[in-house]
Antibody, heavy 121, light 111 residues
Framework: EVLLVQSGAEVKKPGESLTISCKGS????????IDWVRQTPGQGLEWMGR????????NYSPSFRGHVTLSVDKSVTTAYLQWRSLKASDTAIYYC??????????????WGQGTPVTVSS | QSVLTQPPSVSGTPGQTVTISCTGN?????????VHWYLHLPETAPKLLIY???NRPSGVPDRFSGSKSGTSASLTITGLQADDEGRYYC???????????FGGGTLLTVL
């Protein structure tokens, strides 16, 4: 069974930086892209972007481009989501997910347990 | 506001059939992009129910089925059960945004 294990809950102040992680196991980590998805009470699920663990190629949703950075460390089969300067509006639960499929018919078959992030002064 | 439109809520009684719609346009569902469905329960990870319009992953009961026509897709749940309650999301790709997008989600209540 594919496992994606995310780092724990975070509480931060506006303006602080943060990196959360997603460790993949029980599958070939560099074969499948990793998605990041945000869940907020008012907006439901939002696709943030994806990264190819093989070469670190990324695509970002226009809504998140420039505000977050995706990265991976193949040696430890871990993907990362980073903020340089958090805002209160970043308060949400963040999920990583493994991407399957091809072309424009790609989907997420396995998900991490989610990382709650609270940003408050 | 999501580019994929879902009804905010649907409801049904045990044993009934419910259908959740997902309406897009020529930039997303229309150009033959696959539509996928997920169930999201509070404080759990989303679960893939249907991929590429009609396909069920291993372990998903055949009570769940998907369809797609033109710029819309639907998820149908037959033999409704109490533990089907939760929020259901559709997902596809959008040409204009160059991004994968989710619908706004539909809360299913089993009465």
């Amino acid at each position: 069974e594919v496992l994606l294990v995310q780092s724990g809950a975070e509480v931060k102040k506006p303006g602080e930086s943060l990196t959360i992680s997603c460790k993949g196991s029980r599958y070939s980590f560099t074969t499948y892209w990793i998605d990041w998805v945000r869940q907020t009470p008012g907006q439901g699920l939002e696709w943030m972007g994806r990264i190819d663990p093989l070469d670190s190629y990324t695509n970002y949703s226009p809504s998140f481009r420039g505000h977050v950075t995706l990265s991976v460390d193949k040696s430890v089969t871990t993907a990362y989501l980073q903020w340089r300067s958090l805002k209160a509006s970043d308060t949400a639960i963040y999920y990583c997910a493994r991407r399957l499929g091809s072309g424009s018919s790609q989907y997420s078959d396995s998900w991490g347990q989610g990382t709650p992030v609270t940003v408050s002064s | 506001q999501s580019v994929l439109t879902q009804p905010p809520s649907v409801s049904g009684t045990p044993g009934q059939t419910v259908t959740i719609s997902c309406t897009g346009n020529s930039s997303n569902i229309g150009p033959d992009y696959g539509v996928h469905w997920y169930l999201h329960l509070p404080e759990t990870a989303p679960k893939l129910l249907i991929y590429v319009n009609t396909n069920r992953p291993s372990g998903v009961p055949d009570r769940f089925s998907g369809s797609k026509s033109g710029t819309s897709a639907s998820l149908t749940i037959t033999g409704l059960q109490a533990d089907d309650e939760g929020r259901y999301y559709c997902q596809s790709y959008d040409d204009t945004l160059s991004a994968w997008v989710f619908g706004g989600g539909t809360l299913l209540t089993v009465l």
